[in-house]
């Protein structure tokens, strides 16, 4: 069995991950359009090579991430996993991200709704584009700046859905370690999508978010493997956490490259299956805007690298050993 197709179980339920899995911001034309064409053959190629993970959300396209994983999936549910998020629905009103998203309608528009009628709402939309009547996971989106509003009106929301048999699992969709852990800490998940915090260039997770969901037995998405764009290519003008990256973060990024290359490892390879090494982690999430991109990402997470590699470049200062 390719590394791709293996499986991991989600805390305290039934469903299995495959250790890699799709996510659908890019198919849902971020900063390039993506046909429909393209998109169904991005999510058939995933599932014809074993991926049953499929993550999306009402953001990502603004409805057409979602509506284009429904069609695609359509007929075929056995044995795959789709995951949403709530917090962040649409509704009629101006598009504000045309250029983020230009595949997108320019009649509406997202916002923040924590509230608990549109929490039902919004996944029951989300659900109707997915033209299915249940999930198997629900996301709490972007809540860093409302981790009360999470713990104390979301989560016992999606809970009593989760008894009525809208959903299977509830997580958090989240981009950093404070808030993240707070609500953790005040639930009871059974997974945490965190993007960007345990990667080649940021470990910053594994100091108190990583041991904790260990300890209360949340599994681990991680997403983000690239930083954003940084680490699949480090040059002037690349991203870090969705902004142009600093200086000193292309050199380091840069440096692990050099030194990868001692190895025969593309960086791409390494930041893919970097999360692996952790053992909370059940999946590594990733996108793709094109079919060709989708393949390179299953080719670079499939390639055996040397045992030696990750503690040599702990040995070299570029990684810190993990932490438990």
């Given at each position: 069995m390719a590394r791709h197709q293996e499986l991991s179980k989600v805390s305290n339920t039934?469903?299995?991950?495959?250790?890699?899995?799709?996510?659908?911001?890019?198919l849902g034309g971020l900063f390039g359009s993506v046909s429909e064409d393209q998109a169904d053959s991005m999510?058939?190629?995933?599932?014809?090579?074993?991926?049953?993970?499929?993550?999306?959300?009402?953001?990502?396209?603004?409805?057409?991430?979602?509506?284009?994983v429904g069609r695609a999936?359509?007929?075929?549910?056995?044995?795959?996993?789709?995951?949403?998020?709530?917090?962040?629905?649409?509704?009629?009103?101006?598009?504000?991200?045309?250029?983020?998203?230009p595949d997108s309608d320019p009649g509406i528009e997202t916002y923040y709704d924590y509230t608990p009628s549109g929490i039902r709402r919004g996944l029951e939309a989300?659900?109707?584009?997915?033209?299915?009547?249940?999930?198997?996971?629900a996301?709490?989106?972007?809540?860093?700046?409302r981790v009360k509003e999470a713990i104390d009106i979301v989560y016992p929301v999606?809970?009593?859905?989760?008894?009525?048999?809208?959903?299977?699992?509830?997580?958090?969709?989240?981009?950093?370690?404070?808030?993240?852990?707070?609500?953790?800490?005040?639930?009871?998940?059974?997974?945490?999508?965190?993007?960007?915090?345990?990667?080649?260039?940021?470990q910053s997770a594994q100091e108190q978010l990583y041991p904790?969901?260990?300890?209360?037995?949340?599994?681990?998405?991680?997403?983000?493997?690239?930083?954003?764009?940084?680490?699949?290519?480090?040059?002037e003008g690349a991203?870090?956490?969705?902004?142009?990256?600093?200086?000193?973060?292309?050199?380091?990024?840069?440096?692990?490259?050099?030194?990868?290359?001692d190895f025969d490892v593309p960086l791409t390879a390494a930041a893919m299956q970097f999360p692996l090494r952790h053992p909370v982690v059940a999946t590594v999430l990733t996108g793709a805007g094109t079919l060709e991109e989708l393949k390179a990402n299953v080719a670079a997470f499939d390639l055996d690298l040397p045992l030696n590699l990750w503690s040599e470049l702990e040995n070299a200062g570029l990684i810190q050993p993990v932490n438990t």
């Open positions: 039934e469903l299995t991950l495959t250790k890699l899995s799709l996510g659908t911001a890019p999510i058939d190629y995933a599932i014809g090579t074993g991926i049953n993970y499929i993550d999306t959300a009402p953001l990502y396209g603004y409805g057409t991430a979602e509506r284009r999936v359509s007929g075929r549910r056995s044995g795959l996993t789709i995951s949403t998020k709530v917090g962040r629905p649409l509704r009629p009103g101006v598009n504000l991200e045309m250029d983020k998203y989300s659900l109707e584009r997915l033209q299915l009547e249940s999930i198997e996971i996301y709490i989106h972007d809540a860093e700046d999606l809970d009593e859905m989760r008894r009525e048999g809208t959903l299977k699992a509830i997580g958090i969709g989240m981009n950093w370690c404070p808030a993240s852990i707070e609500i953790i800490k005040n639930t009871e998940l059974n997974i945490a999508l965190i993007a960007g915090r345990f990667t080649l260039l940021d904790l969901a260990l300890a209360k037995g949340v599994s681990i998405v991680a997403a983000g493997v690239y930083n954003s764009g940084v680490l699949a290519n480090p040059v991203l870090f956490d969705y902004l142009p990256a600093p200086r000193e973060v292309i050199e380091k990024a840069q440096k692990i490259q050099e030194f990868l290359k």
